[in-house]
């Protein structure tokens, strides 16, 4: 039963990383990029503000920060709780 | 040399390339043509994703699209970028521990069923041809050009190279193939952005240039931008005029289909273990991820190139170009190109010599107009597809750019058009004739009807795509809610509950694809055919919400039916939950094997 309760801790350590990834990458696309952007307008960014810089490029480079840290995360997660692939 | 010369030199050099490195790594077994025998490295794999991924939308037509609309075009770049973080985060590392090489046969083993792979297969079919219909309007656009021939015969000829080139060879001709296509068109998009952003803003990095100050002015560029449209009678480039709730949904549905998009997620089964699974969407993401943040860029400069080229004398009152100047300024050749494919055009409508360029439904402008004796917009057609390949025209760059820029669009048609037909012949030959209906067909078999399937593919996409329903990145648009709605629910509730079940899957699917397809075909027409639609999308049927940002609520209906009927349905068994234990978990992860 050891090996099933270290299973159930690994899916759930996951699905926890995937949650607040998600949170953060709805916020910074629907939110920033769309939704707040009325909020963010006092905020200058080269001609425009910040919620067009997040609509326009923000986004996509917090997409990347995410998608490697879920990895990064991940791949030591695998081996903490001995299911890396050997 | 002749700028037509010169194009011909360079797509004769670049498919020459493509074609070397499709003979030198041709597929044997059926095990290769789908999955190159898994020996890729994530990052080679990423840059192959990307080159798949991005496509005749991405290239030639988004930035177009960008450009006449500005900020609310938006919805572009952050919806086919953010759906790699569904992807990664989501799906890739599970359906590559699963170890088979379709979606179909993933969705046909976890929910047990062979309706559901059937049911799958059809999504995927469906989802694909619409996408490669996409793909021909931008082949067409690129085509013309470069042979100097109206868009039909563009791309009818355009057809016939895509289907001799997705023949070649499989998946690790299209793989190596496709690196170097990238490549291609990774240049071809960056170089002339460069260029451009150098002259406008004295900065080389067009992504920072965009946010940084116009030289000729000294005001920021996108200050100068929004001043320039506005004087014309336009939407201000930076503020927010679209529907909001139909820009979120829109967005939502492009990220949701990016992820249920069966050529992208095939690319993950060609990794060697789960953990590169995981690396291989970021690196995909970062090489696509060089052209989405050049693009919005080359959207707003060529826009404001374009409105100083069309008023060349500090604007309105400095008056509009002239007919003489049009005809004989070298600046403006590229007009006279462009009006022979058809996709470009003007008309001195008063007669006063000069075309005059604004929006002439608006009220201000109409004002000014009815005092000038100007008698509407007289450049009355600009198709938004050949913003990227006229570009470096418009800009006035050198005759290689130009021949460089035609080699990058057709190598994004191309290579997506080839994993795509590449989806469609497996998913036909491989799940339907192999999986369902003939189980004992030889490898050679196989490999025929996948060609077959192939060929009957790109037949109906060249036929439905000379009557586009959209610009070439709306088409695509309308392929991923058509995924965003079956493909995408299937899968993550195949991954993440172990309750939905047979006919919980098979229901959603079904309902999500039927409501998706049936708003699709009231807004642009049944099968796409021109004026069989019941309602437009600029007065849609359900609020405002267009039929290209309709995938998101299937995708919600998908989630729901499916619920709904698991929950009134016999449980999953038990063995099936041990599968999605398994599927959970990366080690034991093998070599693939197919049925």
């Given at each position: 039963?050891?090996?099933?309760?270290?299973?159930?801790?690994?899916?759930?350590?996951?699905?926890?990383?995937?949650?607040?990834?998600?949170?953060?990458?709805?916020?910074?696309?629907?939110?920033?990029?769309?939704?707040?952007?009325?909020?963010?307008?006092?905020?200058?960014?080269g001609?425009?503000?910040?919620?067009?810089w997040?609509?326009q490029q923000?986004?996509i480079?917090?997409?990347?920060?995410?998608?490697?840290?879920?990895?990064?995360?991940?791949?030591?997660?695998?081996?903490?709780?001995?299911?890396?692939?050997? | 040399?002749?700028?037509?010369?010169?194009?011909?030199?360079?797509?004769?050099?670049?498919?020459?390339?493509?074609?070397?490195?499709?003979?030198?790594?041709?597929?044997?077994?059926?095990?290769?043509?789908?999955?190159?025998?898994?020996?890729?490295?994530?990052?080679?794999?990423?840059?192959?994703?990307?080159?798949?991924?991005?496509?005749?939308?991405?290239?030639?037509?988004m930035a177009?699209?960008i450009a006449?609309?500005?900020?609310?075009?938006?919805?572009?770049l952050?919806?086919?970028?953010?759906?790699?973080?569904?992807?990664?985060?989501?799906?890739?590392?599970?359906?590559?521990?699963?170890?088979?090489?379709?979606?179909?046969?993933?969705?046909?083993?976890?929910?047990?069923?062979?309706?559901?792979?059937?049911?799958?297969?059809?999504?995927?079919?469906?989802?694909?041809?619409?996408?490669?219909?996409?793909?021909?309007?931008?082949?067409?656009?690129?085509?013309?050009?470069?042979?100097?021939?109206?868009?039909?015969?563009?791309?009818?000829?355009?057809?016939?190279?895509?289907?001799?080139?997705?023949?070649?060879?499989?998946?690790?001709?299209?793989?190596?193939?496709?690196?170097?296509?990238?490549?291609?068109?990774i240049m071809a998009y960056t170089i002339p952005a460069i260029f451009i952003s150098l002259q406008l803003t004295g900065n080389p990095i067009p992504a920072l240039g965009l946010f940084g100050d116009h030289v000729?002015?000294?005001?920021?560029l996108l200050?100068?931008l929004?001043?320039?449209?506005?004087?014309?009678?336009?939407?201000?480039?930076?503020?927010?005029?679209?529907?909001?709730?139909?820009?979120?949904?829109?967005?939502?549905?492009?990220?949701?289909?990016?992820?249920?998009?069966?050529?992208?997620?095939?690319?993950?089964?060609?990794?060697?273990?789960?953990?590169?699974?995981?690396?291989?969407?970021?690196?995909?993401?970062?090489?696509?991820a060089l052209l989405y943040l050049t693009a919005p860029a080359v959207g707003a400069m060529a826009r404001l190139n374009?409105?100083?080229?069309?008023?060349?004398?500090?604007?309105?009152?400095?008056?509009?170009?002239?007919?003489?100047?049009?005809?004989?300024?070298?600046?403006?050749?590229?007009?006279?190109?462009?009006?022979?494919?058809?996709?470009?055009?003007?008309?001195?409508?008063?007669?006063?010599?000069?075309?005059?360029?604004?929006?002439?439904?608006?009220?201000?402008?109409?004002?000014?107009?009815?005092?000038?004796?100007?008698?509407?917009?007289?450049?009355?057609?600009?198709?938004?597809?050949?913003?990227v390949?006229?570009n470096p025209?418009?800009a006035?760059l050198?005759?290689?750019v130009?021949?460089?820029v035609?080699?990058?669009?057709?190598?994004?048609?191309?290579?997506?058009?080839?994993?795509?037909?590449?989806?469609?012949?497996?998913?036909?030959?491989?799940?339907?004739?192999?999986?369902?209906?003939?189980?004992?067909?030889?490898?050679?078999?196989?490999?025929?009807?996948?060609?077959?399937?192939?060929?009957?593919?790109?037949?109906?996409?060249?036929?439905?795509?000379?009557?586009?329903?959209?610009?070439?990145?709306?088409?695509?648009?309308?392929?991923?809610?058509?995924?965003?709605?079956?493909?995408?629910?299937?899968?993550?509730?195949?991954?993440?509950?172990?309750?939905?079940?047979?006919?919980?899957?098979?229901?959603?699917?079904?309902?999500?694809?039927?409501?998706?397809?049936?708003?699709?075909?009231?807004?642009?027409?049944?099968?796409?055919?021109?004026?069989?639609?019941?309602?437009?999308?600029?007065?849609?049927?359900?609020?405002?919400?267009?039929?290209?940002?309709?995938?998101?609520?299937?995708?919600?209906?998908?989630?729901?039916?499916?619920?709904?009927?698991?929950?009134?349905?016999?449980?999953?068994?038990?063995?099936?939950?041990?599968?999605?234990?398994?599927?959970?978990?990366?080690?034991?992860?093998?070599?693939?094997?197919?049925?």
């Open positions: 039963m050891a090996e099933n309760s270290s299973k159930s801790a690994y899916w759930s350590a996951n699905v926890r990383i995937i949650m607040i990834s998600l949170v953060i990458w709805a916020i910074v696309s629907f939110g920033f990029g769309i939704l707040l952007r009325p909020m963010l307008s006092g905020i200058a960014v001609g425009t503000d910040l919620g067009f997040f609509a923000g986004s480079i917090v997409f990347l920060i995410l998608i490697f840290n879920y990895a990064w995360r991940m791949n030591k997660l695998d081996r903490e709780h001995g299911v890396d692939e050997e | 040399m002749d700028q037509f010369t010169i194009n011909l030199l360079f797509v004769g050099a670049s498919f020459a390339l493509y074609i070397g490195i499709a003979i030198w790594a041709r597929a044997g077994s059926t095990s290769e043509f789908y999955a190159a025998g898994r020996g890729v490295h994530p990052v080679t794999n990423g840059m192959a994703t990307a080159a798949d991924w991005m496509s005749a939308a991405s290239f030639i037509s177009g699209l006449f609309t500005g900020y609310d075009n938006s919805t572009f952050m919806g086919w970028t953010g759906g790699y973080v569904l992807l990664a985060l989501l799906l890739a590392p599970y359906l590559r521990k699963f170890g088979k090489y379709t979606v179909s046969e993933f969705i046909g083993d976890r929910f047990y069923s062979q309706t559901a792979r059937i049911v799958a297969v059809v999504c995927l079919i469906v989802a694909s041809t619409t996408y490669v219909i996409g793909q021909m309007t931008g082949v067409g656009v690129a085509f013309g050009r470069f042979l100097e021939v109206d868009n039909t015969t563009g791309l009818l000829i355009g057809a016939a190279v895509v289907f001799a080139y997705a023949v070649f060879g499989g998946m690790k001709g299209v793989t190596y193939t496709q690196v170097a296509q990238y490549v291609v068109l000729a002015s000294g005001e920021p200050a100068k929004d001043a320039i449209v506005r004087e014309l009678g336009f939407n201000e480039y930076t503020a927010h005029h679209s529907d909001t709730l139909n820009m979120v949904l829109f967005t939502l549905s492009l990220m949701i289909g990016t992820a249920g998009l069966p050529h992208v997620i095939m690319r993950f089964f060609t990794v060697p273990k789960v953990s590169d699974a995981r690396w291989s969407a970021g690196w995909a993401l970062v090489f696509i374009i409105s100083e080229m069309m008023w060349p004398n500090g604007g309105i009152d400095g008056g509009a170009v002239t007919v003489q100047q049009i005809e004989e300024d070298q600046r403006y050749d590229w007009m006279a190109t462009w009006q022979k494919t058809g996709l470009l055009g003007w008309e001195d409508k008063n007669g006063d010599g000069a075309i005059q360029y604004y929006n002439d439904a608006n009220a201000d402008l109409q004002a000014i107009a009815a005092e000038k004796g100007w008698a509407g917009n007289e450049l009355t057609n600009f198709n938004r597809d050949i913003l390949l006229a025209e418009i006035n050198p005759g290689w130009i021949g460089l035609a080699a990058g669009g057709l190598a994004a048609a191309l290579s997506t058009a080839a994993g795509l037909l590449l989806a469609i012949s497996s998913a036909v030959s491989h799940d339907l004739i192999k999986g369902s209906f003939n189980p004992g067909i030889s490898e050679k078999g196989e490999l025929m009807s996948a060609r077959v399937a192939m060929a009957v593919a790109i037949v109906v996409a060249t036929y439905l795509g000379l009557n586009p329903p959209g610009f070439a990145a709306q088409t695509v648009a309308l392929a991923f809610g058509l995924a965003a709605a079956s493909i995408f629910p299937a899968l993550m509730m195949g991954i993440f509950s172990t309750k939905v079940n047979n006919s919980g899957a098979v229901a959603g699917m079904l309902a999500g694809l039927t409501v998706t397809l049936l708003y699709i075909f009231l807004h642009k027409g049944w099968f796409f055919i021109p004026d069989t639609n019941s309602f437009t999308d600029a007065d849609p049927l359900l609020g405002t919400i267009k039929s290209t940002s309709f995938g998101a609520i299937g995708a919600m209906i998908n989630f729901a039916v499916a619920y709904t009927v698991s929950g009134m349905t016999k449980p999953t068994p038990d063995h099936i939950r041990e599968l999605v234990e398994s599927v959970r978990v990366p080690r034991g992860a093998g070599a693939a094997q197919s049925k």
